[in-house]
């Protein structure tokens, strides 16, 4: 099948990751029954593998899984020979991406099922799209330090190693999930651009960070998979416009009074083809889920694409480029909360799209 160069989300419904299972099968059985348009692959947090500071570093030189902490060493005996090989294999698959599937840049089982068995699945079914995630380079080179605590961010040989295997891993799922027939989205999780601005990370320049996520989204874009970046809490909302995005996911809940301050930016971003995924569906506390039903989180999505309205723009028109998601993962909830959160995603994306889908 040939798969379209623009993705257009039309108030379908996925999810962001983490379930609060331990069972593969049995989350996958969760997201098929309750987002069948645009499944995604489930990451477990019952899974130490599957961490955000070491899912993804299989192939990445310098980087030790060790029992309780994440981090990198580059004055390993084996190291510079491992760099060169890292980067030789870097740029055969820049130079043609479907060396992606069998190079060091692949995501093993051991440390995501999830992505294997939700390929095994859907194969042959019908879907919309089909939905990955990968840990964000600002994310992962805050949050990994050396052993005297220095982080990844401040070394720049480790920055560039780092860089370059996420965005070869993003693309390496783009090329694993597009035999399904359907348009790969990918995204970007960065909750570590949450503190752009403050203290801690003011040596710190937003043309780097810039620099760093564009390489991320252009790994994923060159085979052909659509990039998304989701970020659960306030950030500088004008800065993640600015880079070449498909997607912004966003806690829409908890957070839409910042983001539309952007709102010049954001029908620009909605003009030039982006999509909106809104977290409208709250995963912050169990308390405020079950205050909330389908007609509370309507009503206020309605409100909120109401404040963005103009005359290009209208409910619909912004709906037909829109996504229906949670506002962050699951995995820290009860299942019983979590089954509420998917229950009122199912929920709210029919009833909008029997609203205002022309």
């Not at 004055?75 to 820049?94: I, K, Q, R, V």
């Not at 939905?131 to 560039?160: C, M, V, W």
């Amino acid at each position: 099948m040939v798969i379209e160069n623009q993705f257009n989300g039309r108030g379908l419904s996925t999810l962001i990751g983490s379930l609060p299972v331990a069972d593969y099968r049995q989350a996958l059985d969760l997201i098929l029954d309750y987002t069948p348009d645009i499944p995604l692959w489930p990451q477990l947090p019952s899974n130490p593998k599957e961490g955000m500071m070491n899912q993804f570093i299989d192939g990445i030189p310098g980087i030790i899984d060790a029992e309780n902490r994440t981090l990198f060493d580059l004055s390993g005996d084996n190291f510079e020979s491992e760099m060169l090989s890292f980067y030789e294999e870097y740029l055969a698959c820049l130079d043609d991406p479907s060396l992606l599937l069998t190079s060091r840049f692949s995501v093993s089982k051991e440390r995501a099922r999830g992505i294997y068995d939700l390929k095994e699945i859907c194969s042959g079914k019908k879907i919309t799209a089909v939905k990955g995630q990968i840990t964000g380079p600002f994310t992962l080179l805050t949050g990994i330090s050396d052993e005297n605590h220095k982080l990844g961010y401040y070394d720049a040989q480790f920055r560039e190693i780092a860089v370059k295997g996420l965005a070869m891993k993003g693309g390496w799922q783009a090329e694993f999930l597009k035999s399904l027939g359907a348009p790969v989205i990918i995204f970007i999780d960065e909750p570590a651009l949450a503190g752009l601005g403050s203290s801690a990370f003011i040596s710190i320049s937003k043309e780097d960070i810039g620099q760093d996520l564009s390489e991320v989204i252009s790994g994923i874009q060159q085979s052909g998979g659509f990039a998304g970046v989701h970020v659960c809490a306030n950030t500088d909302w004008n800065f993640l416009l600015s880079v070449a995005i498909d997607v912004l996911s966003f806690d829409s809940y908890g957070f839409f009074d910042r983001l539309i301050t952007c709102k010049q930016q954001l029908l620009s971003f909605l003009d030039r083809g982006g999509n909106i995924a809104w977290g409208i569906i709250p995963t912050s506390d169990e308390k405020t889920i079950e205050q909330q039903d389908c007609e509370s989180l309507v009503a206020l999505w309605e409100k909120q694409a109401g404040m963005l309205e103009d005359g290009n723009f209208d409910k619909s028109a912004i709906l037909a480029r829109s996504l229906i998601t949670p506002s962050c993962g699951t995995g820290a909830l009860s299942l019983n909360a979590a089954l509420k959160v998917l229950s009122l995603t199912k929920e709210v994306s029919a009833a909008l799209r029997e609203r205002y889908q022309k």
